[in-house]
């Protein structure tokens, strides 16, 4: 049986935790034009979301109650641990903050913030001297800030996943490839064959295996 923590209604922890990552972000990412507010402002959108499920009020715990609680008689889910809801169904019971998909879900998030820093840099200096961004995560992806994003979500879904949250994840990876199709626009008009070279060997989210990028660099 998981043993009950912190109680839910503390919204002052919702505004903690929601202002520092997405101060984090803001850090690392330095948004500058309209549309890097827009991929900001889609990303907070989902913290806040998530926080205030995580500490303000159980929505989806309360939604699933009548179903959660038949599937697994064992556990209080008024317990805040009880709301990491993936260790729970694959019968974790030991501390959650030390389950698989937690783990899983904390490397995902320090590797997005970590790309996203990395990457941050690589664009700065590039648009400073005018010029393509092709080296650092840019070497292996077109848009490595949005695919940045995509995984500090995808960490934040598995270690606490709620309805809404599921349901803006979809939404939000499709509004950024929809960012992303724009700047591939004005990539175009500024760089021309530059960047149609550049963009016919980098893909664009996911970085090619070693092998794969050898056979799509001999073709």
Known sequence: MIDPGPSYGLWSLVAINSAVFIFFAASFFKPRSPRDWRSLGMYSAFIVALFAE???FPLTIYL???WLAQRFP???FLSHDAGHLLEVMF???ANP???PFHIL???LIGGGFWLLAAAWKVLYAAQSGGRLATTGPYARLRHPQYA???LIMLGFLLQWPTLITLTMFPVLVVAYVRLA???ELAAVAAFGEDWSRYARQTPAFIPHWPDQRESADSA
């Open 97 to 99: 903050h030390f389950g």
């Open 148 to 150: 940045a994003f995509v």
């Open 91 to 93: 019968g974790w019971r």
């Open 54 to 56: 995580m500490y303000g």
């Open 64 to 66: 699933l109650s009548g």
């Open 181 to 183: 199709r724009h700047e």
């Open 74 to 76: 064992d556990v209080d």
């Open 105 to 107: 879900s904390t490397v």
